[in-house]
Structures are given as structure tokens and as C-alpha cells.
């Protein structure tokens, strides 16, 4: 079974600074690596995803995320936050063979400061 | 594009009383499936189909049924309603068998309240 581990549920940032969002996976076949994001009162939208081929994987608002087999890890980054980042962002991880169960992380909500 | 479409958007139930909560999608997607999203949670799978006819149990099934008559929809029925059951339900919706295509497509949300 596949499994995602996000820490810390609250990621405090500074308008301008980089946004850092770790995520960690487990899967007992190779993944498919996902990041959606939800704003407030909205359903969850992809931000990016890795399937195969290049490791750095650039999605859409400038945001760009890297996947390490060595490390089991897909964190997502942002150089520069903007106010329109404050959401929540959800890690997500899917077989690439058999089903299409997603299993999602508990998420970060991120929280822009002026 | 009217892509997931979920109905109703808000409900506030009676604990015991029974609803359904309706997803319907137009993109002709095989697979389809119903989390529940509760703070600190993330979200969980509750039921998932891969086709019409062909329904799963997913991480969180008790106390949900669900049916797939068609590809297009894919209702889920809570019988007995309890307060546990209080959360914001989403449908997704994704192509299968597509090596690469996995994104899921999710609706809007249905926010439920048992009270």
C-alpha cells in the first residue's frame, strides 16, 4: 500500500521568502507523486505531478517539486511566496500500476505574512 | 466544462435520517471515488469504483453505500446518518489504464453537518 507523510499541518511564511513543503512517501512500487492545493471553500486542484522521465517537476503558480527515489521524498518549493499562496496543500501518492487509489497526506496549511 | 459536479453543497441532517449525496462527471472517466476530509485528517477514501457496475471499499466504508450504474454518476448513500459522519465530502473523478494520466478531477465539496 502507498502512503504519504507531511509534518508540521501549519507553515507559517513571509511574503517573498521561499515556501518549503516536505513531503515523504512509501510505496511498494514505483509511485506516481502528486501536490494539489484546496483555497478556502474550494475543491482541490493538481499543482504538479511526477509520473516518469525528469525528476524536477514544474507545476503551475511557480511552483516546482523534485523527486528523490533515494530519499523517498517530493517536496515542493516556491523561490518567492505571494499572498495568493496562502491554501492548503495536500501530497499525494498513487500506484503507477494496478488501481488509481490516491492516498493523500494531512495536508499543510500555509499562511502568508505581509 | 462542467467537469466533477457535486450536489448538494451544504445539508444538515438529523442524527438517523438518510441522504445522498450526488457526484456526476462529463469527461467519460472510468474511475471514480468519494473521500471525506476532516481537519488534521486529510482526505480518506470512503468508496472508489473503476467502472460501471464495480464498486470498492475504500480506507473508511462504514457506514456509506455506494452504486455505479452508469459511468457518468456515482451517488453516495449515507443510511443512518451519526454525527461522526460530520465532515466535507468530495467526488473525484480520473481516467484508468492511461500510464501517466492519473490525475484525479475533484468537485467542489458537499459540507455536511449531523446534528
Known amino acids: 500500500a502507498q502512503s504519504v507523510t507531511q509534518l508540521g499541518s501549519h507553515v507559517s511564511v513571509s511574503e517573498g521568502a521561499l515556501v518549503l513543503l516536505r513531503c515523504n512517501y512509501s510505496s511498494s512500487v514505483p509511485p506516481y507523486l502528486f501536490w494539489y492545493v484546496q483555497y478556502p471553500n474550494q475543491g482541490l486542484q493538481l499543482l504538479l505531478k511526477?509520473?516518469?522521465?525528469?525528476?524536477l517537476v514544474k507545476g503551475i503558480n511557480g511552483f516546482e517539486a523534485e523527486f528523490k527515489k533515494s530519499e523517498t521524498s517530493f517536496h515542493l518549493t516556491k523561490p518567492s511566496a505571494h499572498m495568493s499562496d496562502a491554501a492548503e496543500y495536500f501530497c499525494?501518492?498513487?500506484?503507477?500500476?494496478?488501481?488509481?487509489?490516491?492516498?493523500f497526506g494531512k495536508g499543510n496549511q500555509v499562511v502568508v505574512i505581509p | 466544462n462542467a467537469g466533477v459536479t457535486q450536489t448538494p453543497k451544504f445539508q444538515v441532517l438529523k442524527t438517523g435520517q438518510s441522504m445522498t449525496l450526488q457526484c456526476a462527471q462529463d469527461?467519460?472517466?472510468?474511475?471514480m471515488s468519494w473521500y471525506r476530509q476532516d481537519p488534521g485528517m486529510g482526505l480518506r477514501l470512503i468508496h472508489y469504483s473503476v467502472g460501471a457496475g464495480i464498486t470498492d471499499q475504500g480506507e473508511v466504508p462504514n457506514g456509506y453505500n455506494v452504486s455505479r450504474s452508469t459511468t457518468e454518476d456515482f451517488p453516495l448513500r449515507l443510511l443512518s446518518a451519526a454525527p461522526s459522519q460530520t465532515s466535507v465530502y468530495f467526488c473525484a473523478s480520473s481516467p484508468t489504464g492511461q500510464v501517466g494520466n492519473t490525475e484525479a478531477f475533484f468537485g467542489q465539496g458537499t459540507r455536511l453537518t449531523v446534528v
Open positions: 469527461m467519460n472517466h472510468e474511475y
Open positions: 499525494a501518492v498513487s500506484a503507477s500500476y494496478g488501481n488509481n487509489r490516491l492516498a
Open positions: 511526477y509520473t516518469t522521465g525528469a525528476t
